[in-house]
């Protein structure tokens, strides 16, 4: 069991978000003939991104300003989840909010439909994917080379990017990076100006990621808006990240089982009416859950919200097994962990599994933290009679469309359930290693109860329980259990999300030392600093770019 205190160690090498800071490299002349090349890769890399349809989320945090430092806090939020459909320009299907059966719920489910707000388009933070969404054209923008630089492993050329008419409309101003191979736009960053003075135009940074040869897709979108005066009348001042995934949701375990097609050889037919081979009516009733639950998982992660099963997952497999272990626990089947896509804070079980969001992971200070989570959730697994859900053994009860999702699944629990689990998650923590750890577990409880009123979007679930902020692990915290610590983290600084396959990894950044107050920012918003990396080298495109005499 020793061993388990090791286990979050990887998680805590990345606690602060990865920083791929540029690296620059000697300064020549852009290459001769590189403009025509950008443009007619960034038109191509439209076309091929239209035939695509992946999940967009963006999570919104309004900010005020303190005046006594000057720093930004929170100040309400807004989240948005849906489908982009890419081949009708951008268009987006939204995600229906879940089924309510209280008058409660039902309000407060009809004010997060309408919170997004006036201020807050969905189409406006997906149009940030596209440089310009008409596409670029030579006549329409003028481009100024600056330098070469590495953003990761990948060697780009710099332009600075402006209109080439001053009264253009809603054209895009700033920066972009070009990858030295196919001379594909792997980041731009800037504004669109030139709208209409009853229109609000935002800086963004826009990153996109490699996916294969010739494939740089749209993944991560940073955007922030320090307003004031007139402007601070019509939207305050914010920090937004947008995410993209789901490219091709579904097909890669699909592709994975195909090329593991194996043809039996043939061999007689065996009576086994002799054989142990019969169910009992006990295993019957398992295998059927079991059926159920594997229709669920399908179901989520042919839409993009479940991710395949990866590292992360085993990581909380392994907290699961020592609070079992340690508690002296059978469970048939056993307990297995999966991550949900999502930047909500949320938790829920399915029969036998444990799903946390990406979002919870993400804002984790620590190892007994997790451990609290899990046993909360572990917790449900073994008072709940009910189980999962057996309708879901019958495969045509999961044909409905992807937008009423939330509407079919409803994960969460009643009041008696989860106090009793919450007095059964303590007597699991008691008796697991983390006995004398958890004073970091409930101050995160306790900062994201103080936060609620302004990251209320974030901490309310479209599938989960939404009692996370009641799951007191029944310890007494020290006198001053945030000196010194840090009691939760920023949003998106731990887990990093493969766009294509919807993986999910944690981040491979150096220990940053300890952060300054005003760098803890738990559960706040923080830019993407992405290290780009090439997932396969294109043998048509690897040969070097010449660098001739200037002239361009």
């Known amino acids: 069991m020793r061993s388990l205190k090791f286990i979050f160690f990887a998680l805590l090498l990345c606690a602060a978000p990865l920083a791929a800071q540029p690296r620059p490299v000697q300064t020549s002349p852009a290459p001769e003939g590189v403009v025509p090349k950008i443009i007619a890769r960034e038109n191509q890399e439209m076309e091929m991104i239209r035939g695509r349809s992946p999940m967009v989320e963006t999570y919104i945090q309004k900010v005020k300003i303190l005046e006594k430092d000057g720093s930004w806090r929170p100040d309400g939020d807004h ?4 489908r982009a459909e890419l ?5 987006l299907v939204s995600l229906d909010s879940r089924k309510n059966d209280s008058l409660h719920r039902v309000v407060g489910t009809l004010m997060r439909l309408f919170d997004f707000g006036s201020e807050f388009l969905p189409q406006g933070f997906l149009q940030m994917i596209f440089l310009d969404k008409d596409g670029l054209g030579g006549d329409n923008y003028k481009f100024d080379y600056v330098r070469q630089e590495s953003l990761g492993d990948v060697r ?14 809603g054209r895009f101003s700033g920066r972009i990076w070009v990858e030295d191979q196919t001379f594909a736009i792997v980041r731009f960053n800037g ?35 320090k307003t004031e005066g007139l402007a601070a009348a019509r939207v305050q001042s914010f920090k937004s990240q947008t995410r993209l995934w789901g490219y091709n949701s579904g097909q890669a375990r699909q592709e994975q089982e195909l090329s593991q097609l194996r043809v039996e050889s043939a061999a007689p037919v065996v009576d086994k009416s002799q054989q142990d081979n019969d169910l009992s009516p006990y295993q019957e009733q398992r295998a059927w859950d079991q059926q159920a639950l594997e229709n669920i998982t ?96 019958f495969y045509d009860a999961l044909r409905f469309d992807e937008k009423s999702t939330f509407q079919h699944f409803d994960f969460n629990r009643r009041p008696e359930m989860d106090a009793a689990a919450s007095t059964k998650a303590a007597e699991l923590l008691k008796n697991s290693p983390y006995s004398d750890q958890l004073e970091t577990a409930e101050s995160f409880v306790n ?20 009692k996370i902020l009641q799951r007191s692990v029944m310890t007494t915290p020290s006198a001053d259990p945030l000196a010194g610590h840090i009691v939760a983290l920023p949003l998106g600084g731990r887990v990093q999300l493969n766009p294509w396959d919807d993986s999910l990894e944690l981040l491979k950044s150096r220990p940053a030392g300890s952060p300054s107050e005003r760098e803890k920012m738990p559960f706040e918003i923080t830019p993407f600093m992405i290290y780009l990396t090439r997932v396969a080298e294109d043998p048509k495109a690897s040969a070097p770019v010449e660098s001739p005499q200037p002239g361009n």
């Open 79 to 82: 989240y948005f989840i849906g």
């Open 87 to 91: 081949a009708k320009r951008l268009d």
């Open 156 to 169: 780009t050329f710099v332009f600075d990017v402006t209109p080439a008419k001053k009264d253009s409309m």
């Open 191 to 225: 504004s669109y100006i030139g709208q209409h003075d009853s229109h609000i135009t935002f800086h963004f940074d826009s990153w996109r990621v490699n996916a294969g040869p010739n494939l740089w897709l749209p993944a991560f979108i940073y955007s922030e808006e």
């Open 298 to 393: 399908e179901k989520l992660e042919r839409i993009g919200l479940l991710s395949p099963a990866g590292e992360i997952d085993k990581i909380m497999n392994t907290v699961v097994n020592g609070l079992v272990a340690s508690n002296h626990l059978d469970f048939q089947p056993e307990i297995h962990c999966r991550l949900m896509m999502t930047s909500t804070i949320e938790s829920f079980t399915l029969g036998h599994t444990i799903v946390l969001s990406r979002g919870l992971i993400d804002v984790i200070p620590d190892e007994a933290t997790l451990a609290a989570m899990l046993a909360k959730e572990l917790s449900f697994v073994i008072l709940d009679r009910k189980g999962i859900d057996t309708r879901y053994g």
């Open 447 to 466: 900062e994201l109860h103080a936060r609620s009123h302004e990251i209320p979007n974030l901490i309310s679930p479209r599938l989960g329980d939404e």
